[in-house]
Structure formats: C-alpha cells, structure tokens
C-alpha cells in the first residue's frame, strides 16, 4: 500500500525558512520522480517542485525558485523541501506527492505550513 506521510510544517516568520520531510513506503521510490503541491485556503493545489527518481533533476514554481529546494535520499525512501526566505504568501497546506505517468499521486494528509508578516 503506497504511503505519503508529511511532516516539518508549522508557523514560521516572514524571512525565516522551514524543511518538510515526506517520508515513503509501499512502492520502489527510486523509480518514481516526487513531488510537492501546495493548497492555500480557497484556491486550488498547486504545484511547487518536483525532483526526478534518481534526483538528478529538478523543476521549480517560478515564485520559489531560488528560495526552495527539493531533494530526496533513496536510501532513507523520503523527499525533503527545504523553503527559505518564506513569505505570508507561502501559507498554505503542503502536499508531498508521487508521479504516475503523467499524473501526481497524492495520498498524504498534507502538513500546514503559516508564515506571519
């Protein structure tokens, strides 16, 4: 059974900055590239980053790139998020996901993620 379970989120400063942790289990997580998406309250999920299986690659929102990096340890089946310089904007539900073809896979609960002015 594929698991997603999200964690590291909580409130924060503007300009202060926070690691999410998504730890994996049920399917071989080296095979899969992963993700992370975000949900602020009324507006739809968006997508933040996403990394290739062997973590050799990786794509970027334009608001975050060069404030957030996405990294993975296959050996530990987690994918990391690590925001700096966050802003009031960056409030939302964070959402760690696996990509199936050409489809996300979301089966984590999520982790709140506040950041105050």
């Known amino acids: 059974q594929v698991q997603l379970v999200e964690s590291g989120g909580g409130l924060v400063q503007a300009g202060g900055s926070l690691r999410l942790s998504c730890a994996a289990s049920?399917?071989?997580?080296?095979?899969?590239?992963m993700g992370w998406f975000r949900q602020a309250p009324g507006k739809e999920r968006d997508f933040v980053a996403r990394?290739?299986?062997?973590?050799?690659?990786?794509s970027y929102e334009d608001s975050v790139k060069g404030r957030f990096t996405i990294s993975r340890d296959n050996a530990k089946n987690t994918v990391y998020l690590q925001m700096n310089k966050l802003k009031p904007e960056d409030t939302a539900v964070y959402y760690c996901?696996?990509?199936?073809?050409?489809?996300?896979?979301?089966r984590g609960q999520g982790t709140q993620v506040t950041v105050s002015s």
């Open positions: 990394i290739t299986g062997s973590g050799g690659s990786t």
């Open positions: 996901t696996r990509q199936v073809g050409v489809n996300y896979d979301f």
């Open positions: 049920g399917f071989t997580f080296s095979k899969y590239a």
